[in-house]
């Protein structure tokens, strides 16, 4: 059965970095094909796609945001890490990650989010 | 990045009806296009992928079609389980895209 679950904090201020956490379980990261996206939603708004990290350490990230973001992961530990920098209330937004096996396959799995607010 | 539109943003209908959700691509691809459903308060659910085959446990009153720039998602018989948020996705070519979303509402 495959799960993930997004961790982090609730609040964050304006200029602070944010670090959330995917644990998952029921796949691994390291086997051919695995891709793990982190996606957010704005209350209210639409899906945005944030960054990936695939089985073989590649990762991509969104345009707009791409000097902001980091992830990682620990294969040992199931886990893929999302750090954003330089936080503003317009990343407030509800933050969610979810799996793809393959590029060229939607999000199959999902977490159930994380909401992050964004204020001082 | 190909800019994906859905049509209409706010739908409503009854129980029973049919309705069709359409989401227009900005450049044309094959069939690498998904559709999720979304609750409030809850993660997107995926229905169907490569433009027409349904996830597996998706009721068959769903169905999608389409191809090029213009794909469709189709409820043939409104049940009230159905009224949500839907977004389309292509994931012909990276990043994935999302359309705006379309709120099916109960008239």
Redesign the interface.
């Known amino acids: 059965q495959v799960t993930l679950r997004e961790s982090g904090p609730a609040l964050v201020k304006p200029t602070q970095t944010l670090t959330l956490t995917c644990t998952f379980s029921g796949f691994s990261l390291s086997t051919s094909g695995m891709c793990v996206s982190w996606i957010r939603q704005p209350p209210g708004k ?4 944030l960054a ?1 990290i695939d089985w073989d350490d590649d990762e ?1 990230y ?2 707009s945001l791409k000097t902001r973001l980091t992830i990682s992961k620990d294969t040992s530990k199931n886990q893929v890490v999302l750090t954003m920098t330089n936080m503003d209330p317009v990343d407030t937004a509800t933050y ?1 990650c ?1 799996r ?1 096996v393959g ?6 799995y ?4 994380t909401l992050v607010t964004v204020s001082s | ?1 190909i800019q994906m539109t859905q049509s209409p943003s706010t739908l409503s209908a009854s129980v029973g009806d049919r309705v069709t959700i359409t989401c227009r691509a900005s450049q044309s691809f094959s069939s ?1 296009l ?1 559709w ?1 459903q979304q609750k409030p308060g ?5 229905l169907i ?1 490569k433009a027409s085959t349904l ?1 597996s446990g998706v009721p068959s009153r769903f169905s999608g079609s389409g191809s090029g720039t213009e794909f469709t998602l189709t409820i043939s018989s409104l049940q009230p389980d159905d009224f949500a948020t839907y ?1 389309c ?1 292509q ?2 070519s ?8 379309t709120k099916l509402e109960i008239k």
């Open positions: 639409a899906l945005e796609w990936l991509y969104s345009t969610y979810a793809m590029y060229s396959s939607p999000f199959d999902w977490g159930q989010g | 990045d690498w998904a999720y809850k993660a997107p659910n995926l992928y996830e977004y996705q994931y012909n990276f990043p994935g895209t999302f359309g705006q979303g």
